[in-house]
């Protein structure tokens, strides 16, 4: 995995870890979520916002389907900490055996502009390809930061949605944008 003097990537792998490690890392990804939530992200959550939602958020709907490897989940550490994850779903329908979907790319505001999520969208693809996975699919909210990412890693945008989800911050309808990449 990628390395350099701030952070390093590596898979997230709950059932080779103690009770306790794993609690410590869903009180991390609570965090993480909360304060991208509160930073009026679109990642499916609106505010008000506990980190006791948040964490239970990975507790009840990650955890399990990473452990029962339908998601693999990738974290970016530094000191010891969790501060930027990308998840890849993979689809389970028979006839899409081949497409991944990706999501809660999120790096904590204090580590953001770093190439951190750059450095995970690259994982990520690795890990896709190991899966068989050649069609990555994503939505984003329209206009956000993560537009430039994934057109930087060469994600094609395939539409905009007006009105689809609601601002995290705000009583107003944000546009989605549905983007795509297949990988050679
Ligand atoms: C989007 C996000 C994951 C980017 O994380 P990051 O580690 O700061 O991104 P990187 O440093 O790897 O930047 C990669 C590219 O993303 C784009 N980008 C990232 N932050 C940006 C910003 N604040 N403004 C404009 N472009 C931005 C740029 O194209 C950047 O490339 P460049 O630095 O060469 O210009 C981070 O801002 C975040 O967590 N945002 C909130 C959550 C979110 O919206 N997630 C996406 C859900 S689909």
Excluded: C
């Excluded at 452990?67 to 890849?88: C, D, H, M, Q």
Aim: negative net charge.
């Amino acid at each position: 995995m990628g390395t350099d003097k701030t952070y390093t990537l590596a898979e997230w792998l709950p059932h080779t870890l103690s009770d306790s490690e794993v609690q410590r890392h869903l009180d991390d990804l609570g965090e993480l979520l909360k304060q991208i939530v509160e930073g009026g992200a679109s990642v499916n959550f609106i505010l008000p916002f506990t980190h006791q939602e948040a964490r239970q958020y990975w507790e009840d709907n990650v955890l399990p389907s990473v452990v029962n490897r339908k998601t693999r989940a990738l974290f970016a550490w530094s000191e010891g900490r969790i501060v930027g994850t990308v998840l890849l779903m993979l689809a389970p329908q028979p006839n899409q055996r081949h497409r991944a979907d990706i999501g809660k790319m999120l790096v904590l505001p204090a580590f953001q502009r770093r190439g951190i999520a750059r450095a995970l969208m690259t994982a990520i693809e690795d890990f896709a390809r190991e899966e068989g996975r050649t069609l990555l699919t994503l939505d984003t909210n329209f206009d956000s930061h993560a537009e430039p990412l994934y057109r930087s890693v060469g994600f094609q945008v395939l539409g905009t949605i007006p009105r689809y989800s609601r601002n995290s911050l705000e009583d107003r309808l944000d546009a989605a944008t549905f983007m795509y990449k297949e990988l050679a």
